[in-house]
């Protein structure tokens, strides 16, 4: 399932907890998809606290706790790290990362904490949600079968692989824009797994974030850059990028196209890519600004000069998801529907 989609999914369970209908949910990925990231951007959206164990780094006593003598009794000292309502709120989430690399021991710690949301005398709070995440058998990560009784407390959903969801994600965040379109030109490079290869350095959501920190630091520094880019997305993936950087000195001027100067687009294919994600990240800034209309505009005029309709369809649709409806009421936005609907397709 895309991630859009999952975080609706998880929004939900989120307000399940809250009103007592919550079923925990298991996700499933290779590694560097953003599983732990989809979870993390559950807590930002409703400002609750994410409690993150690893269960792979855990023995099955870090969750039960000690036991300690209490007179001619055996009590046990709840871990610190359990969501405690006093502590940490009466909302959250626990999420359980890595659980397919914990041992046996640990996971069956889990079960009762997962489906009766108690382990022992400890209660999950009402209003936390608890969600978790892990790796499949093959994905080349240590991994043991999810037993049958674990299995059965969850919901499964895989995490697909969406770039449009990542590019959504990407302009939100302020990954480089050189990045963005890079990857719009080669999407077939936002995952390139194969754990048969063995590979060390491979191109994922979490390894083209590492890239645009590489690029940040290193674009300076023209020896160094490649070697870097490479170290992050792999040899391949990361020699393509170093090219795709070094033609965009035959970029237009993009001041001239905001100022709604009459430039053509480029004829270069990589290139229109690169003008496309870089107008995208003009009009995220221009956001706030006076002019912010003015300038939508004119971008919205210049989605008309690509060769392909197609090209301006995509700019488009990546300006409407990253600064929503207020497109629509940008004068240029009717001129250029029209002029597109015939490629248009409406879900």
């Known amino acids: 399932m895309r991630p859009a989609h999952l975080a609706s999914i998880l929004d939900k369970e989120f307000y399940g907890a809250l009103h007592g209908h919550h079923t925990p949910v298991m996700l499933w990925g290779p590694p560097g998809v953003g599983k732990s990231q989809i979870i993390a951007q559950v807590g930002e959206r409703h400002k609750v606290p994410v409690i993150d164990i690893r269960l792979s780094q855990m023995e099955p006593s870090d969750l039960r706790g000690i036991p300690f003598r209490d007179h001619d009794k055996v009590e046990w000292a709840v871990p610190a790290m359990l969501p405690d309502a006093n502590r940490h709120g009466s909302a959250g989430i626990l999420f359980l990362d890595e659980i397919t690399s914990a041992p046996p021991s640990v996971s069956a710690a889990a079960y009762q904490l ?151 687009a480029p004829k270069e294919i990589d290139l229109q890519y690169a003008v496309a994600a870089a107008l995208v990240g003009r009009a995220i800034r221009s956001k706030e600004m006076a002019d912010a209309t003015e300038t939508h505009g004119h971008i919205l005029s210049y989605a008309k000069h690509f060769p392909q309709k197609e090209m301006g369809v995509m700019m488009v649709s990546d300006m409407h998801r990253a600064i929503g409806e207020a497109i629509f009421d940008v004068p240029q936005f009717s001129d250029w529907a029209n002029d597109i609907a015939d490629v248009m397709i409406f879900e």
Not at 123 to 130: K, T, Y
Not at 137 to 160: E, K
Request: charged share 25%; aromatic share 12%; with cysteine.
């Open 114 to 264: 997962i489906l009766d949301r108690r382990l022992g005398e400890y209660q999950v709070p009402d209003g936390w949600a608890i969600f978790a995440a892990g790796n499949r058998q093959g994905d080349r990560g240590v991994t043991y079968t999810m037993p049958a009784p674990l299995a059965n407390r969850f919901s499964h959903f895989d995490v697909d692989i969406n770039l449009d969801d990542w590019v959504a994600w990407a302009y939100t965040h302020g990954i480089d824009e050189r990045v963005i379109a890079f990857l719009r030109f080669r999407p077939d490079l936002l995952f390139d797994f194969d754990p048969a290869h063995n590979p060390v350095a491979f191109p994922s959501p979490r390894s083209w974030e590492f890239a645009h920190r590489a690029l940040q630091k290193f674009i300076d520094h023209q020896e160094l850059l490649s070697g870097t880019l490479q170290a992050c997305v792999g040899q391949a993936a990361g020699i393509e990028l170093t090219a795709f950087i070094a033609s965009l000195d035959e970029m237009p001027d993009l001041d001239a196209i905001c100022r709604g100067e009459d430039i053509a």
